[in-house]
């Protein structure tokens, strides 16, 4: 078991550890931007490399699926290697992928890139979270360094869009890739002589029997749902989904069994590291909503990419406040207490997204998106602190790995089900209201869905172009109703689970008050 002295937990963290929490910023922010500016350069690089629809779809997914796949493996090599060299060999690599991305000649090649943009992803966010914790060991600190963590992450999501929008105003759409460039070398540069190296002596070797089995589990799990929030439940995406389970499961067996597991169960033994973790999995269902959020911007307020990004920028600064401001609360009040707060507010600011109607409503939605905003900052940033602090140093690195995993998972489930949720309503809504006497192809190409309705629009004029419109606004404005009273729902049951599953998490500055004790196995 982990022991720890009051002096350790009272050793509070200098000017060398500020300054090294801003390194770890950047490996963060150069992971979201690459995941958020893509989808605007997508167009470009589809048309300049003749990418076909599959290979977008690939283009954009499997740099998601290598993370996803290898967020475990690479948790348990930082503890091995450690966790200051895998950062950095990791981001060493992200540059040249990002190179090899920035001037890929076909879309294969692009593909590959992305794949190893993928691989060289997954080193970073368990090495800079399970390094966090190694140098903020104070518990308020601590709170307040894995909040600016995320806040950057969150940045990163935001303004991508933006400044990928300015990106490919003036450059082709390479450029969006060597936004990497900079950020990487500074974190080489500047990394060794800020970071503190940390591994586990004892971590043993790495079990590749482990590791293929964990891919053969993740990798079709997550394109399994992905393929139904898309398409439906298809044959081919079920059988992902049970193919990933079955893996999955064989793969828990085997860590069971071994004396140096890749992912050492005995961590959900304490009971506050499996309640964040739960947490973290189910918060990212509340994801689901904005796939019709993003629709309704672009098709019913008929705002382009960029200026639907622009309207987003209130939710994340609401977002980057909450976060900070939630380790302060989380010091005169308990963590689980404040989270279940900060998930009513949640719930009622999804209320409130579902009363928007077809008729447009930017007020009142980027009003209720605000208060997600405000309230899903405490759940998110305690969650994850409390899960790294549940944990040995010498366990950092897989808890970190286990965090980002289960938070993978939450939003791949979340896309899926709320996706396909909105999708059936949206479908059943717009084959109703829908005029009749359209041609066929019209009428199935708006009941795909509500980017092919507003396609099919074009082909229209007069009244029957106005009642198909009206159609499909009000049929998308009652899929995302749909979506947000479901995910109000969940919401407020993630606030009950926050307040009886945490109740025994002292206030953070209670905690460092109290003696240290010291358990033995």
């Not at 930082?78 to 190179?99: E, Q």
């Not at 961590?267 to 959020?293: C, H, P, W, Y």
Request: proline share 4%; with cysteine.
């Amino acid at each position: 078991m982990h022991t720890s002295s009051a002096a350790d937990q009272g050793e509070r963290a200098g000017r060398r550890e500020m300054v090294g929490l801003a390194v770890l910023a950047l490996p963060t922010i150069l992971l979201a931007l690459d995941m958020s500016v893509l989808y605007l350069a997508l167009p470009h690089l589809g048309s300049d490399l003749g990418a076909d629809s599959v290979q977008q779809l690939w283009i954009i997914d499997i740099y998601g699926f290598m993370i996803a796949g290898l967020l475990v493996t690479m948790g348990r090599l930082g503890d091995l290697v450690g966790r200051r060299r895998l950062l950095l060999i990791g981001s060493a690599a992200f540059a040249v992928a990002s190179i090899l991305a920035a001037y890929s000649t076909d879309a294969e090649m692009l593909i590959a890139a992305r794949a190893l943009l993928g691989i060289a992803g997954s080193t970073l966010m368990p090495s800079t979270l399970s390094l966090l914790t190694q140098m903020f060991k104070d518990p308020k600190q601590q709170a307040m360094a894995i909040g600016v963590w995320m806040g950057c992450f969150l940045g990163g999501t935001i303004f991508g869009p933006i400044i990928g929008g300015v990106m490919l105003e003036y450059f082709w759409w390479g450029s969006v890739f060597l936004l990497a460039l900079p950020v990487a070398v500074l974190l080489l540069a500047i990394g060794p002589k800020t970071l503190p190296e940390y591994r586990n002596p004892d971590a043993g070797r790495i079990d590749m029997a482990s590791v293929g089995l964990s891919l053969a589990g993740i990798l079709p799990f997550i394109y399994g749902l992905k393929e139904i929030s898309r398409n439906g439940p298809s044959a081919l995406a079920i059988l992902a989904v049970v193919v990933g389970v079955v893996f999955g499961a064989l793969f828990l067996r085997r860590q069971r069994a071994l004396p140096n597991p890749l992912l050492d169960l005995r961590l959900f033994r304490d009971r506050t590291f499996s309640a964040a973790i739960t947490m973290t999995s189910f918060s990212g269902l509340l994801s689901g909503a904005f796939l019709f959020v993003y629709m309704y911007l672009q098709l019913v307020e008929e705002l382009p990419p960029l200026k639907a990004a622009l309207w987003m920028i209130p939710m994340g600064l609401t977002t980057l406040v909450s976060l900070q401001v939630a380790p302060v609360l989380a010091r005169r009040f308990r963590p689980g207490y404040v989270m279940a707060v900060g998930l009513l507010i949640v719930a009622a600011g999804y209320v409130a997204v579902a009363q928007v109607g077809g008729e447009g409503d930017l007020g009142l939605l980027v009003g209720g998106l605000v208060a997600v905003s405000a309230g899903i900052g405490p759940a998110a940033g305690l969650a994850a602190t409390l899960v790294m602090g549940s944990v040995s140093q010498e366990k950092s690195g897989s808890a970190a790995a286990v965090n980002e995993t289960s938070a993978e998972f939450g939003v791949a489930m979340g896309v899926a089900v709320i996706g396909m949720l909105g999708m059936s309503v949206y479908r059943g809504e717009v084959s109703e209201a829908m005029p009749s006497g359209l041609p066929a192809d019209v009428a199935e190409a708006a009941r795909e869905s509500a980017a092919g309705a507003a396609t099919a629009v074009r082909q229209l004029d007069g009244q029957a172009a106005v009642d198909l419109t009206t159609a499909a606004h009000n049929a998308l404005a009652s899929a995302l109703n749909s979506t947000a009273w479901v995910t109000a729902a969940v919401t407020f049951g993630l606030a009950i689970l926050a307040a009886t599953a945490l109740r025994h998490v002292l206030p953070t500055g209670k905690a460092a008050e109290q003696p240290a004790v010291t358990e033995s196995a």
